[in-house]
Every structure is written in structure tokens, then in C-alpha cells.
């Protein structure tokens, strides 16, 4: 089984833990049902979606402060043993999305 971990960084490539104190949400959907929610850990920045089979997936992060307030990223898991990082950048000083980037590594 595979994993997703998703987190949030801000223009410096630092982790975004909160907007005004409030976490980011994030969620994974699949054939357009949503199949899990978690908040974004408030150390840290991220958050983790575990076990997860061969397959398409939507992963994407709400906070109701930042421009837009939803935002996605189609992922396709291909191997058992894959772990995929999808990390949403944002500038900090106008809370608007700058990218979105996603890394594919083996387990090991």
C-alpha cells in the first residue's frame, strides 16, 4: 500500500503551520467522492493520508483565509510502494496560492 502526505509552505519554502491561528484542511478524494479529511498539523505542517491502493486521487487543502480558499491536485498513485508529496506553496504576506508541486519517491 501507498501513501500521500500533503503539506503547506509559504514562499520561503518554510511550513505554514496556521493562517490567524486556524489549520489548513485537507482532504482526499477519489472518482470525485471525498474519502478522507485530516487537518494540517499545527509543528510540522502536513499531514498524511496511509495505506492508500493503486489509483487515481484528487488531494487538496481548505482554509477559509487564503486566495482561493480550495485548492487541488490530481495524483496517481502506479506501484505498492510509492509515496506521493504534494506540497501547496503560498505567499504568506497576501495568503494567495503560488504552486503546487508533487514528488513521487519509493518506499524504502
Known amino acids: 500500500m501507498s501513501d500521500i502526505f500533503v503539506m503547506i509552505r509559504n514562499q520561503a519554502n518554510n ?3 496556521s493562517i490567524d491561528g486556524i489549520p489548513f484542511l485537507s482532504f482526499l478524494e477519489r472518482q470525485g467522492q471525498l474519502i478522507a479529511e485530516e487537518t494540517i498539523e499545527l509543528i510540522y505542517a502536513d499531514a498524511g493520508f496511509d495505506d ?8 487538496g487543502v481548505w482554509h477559509e483565509r487564503v486566495e482561493p480558499q480550495k485548492a487541488t491536485c490530481p ?3 502506479k506501484a505498492a510502494d510509492e509515496i506521493v508529496l504534494v ?3 503560498y505567499l504568506e504576506p497576501e495568503r494567495v496560492l503560488l504552486n503546487t508541486q508533487r514528488l513521487v ?4
Open 75 to 77: 495524483v496517481e498513485i
Open 52 to 59: 492508500l491502493p493503486i489509483g487515481e486521487y484528487t488531494v
Open 87 to 89: 506540497t501547496f506553496a
Open 105 to 108: 519517491e519509493k518506499r524504502l
Open 15 to 17: 511550513a505554514l503551520t
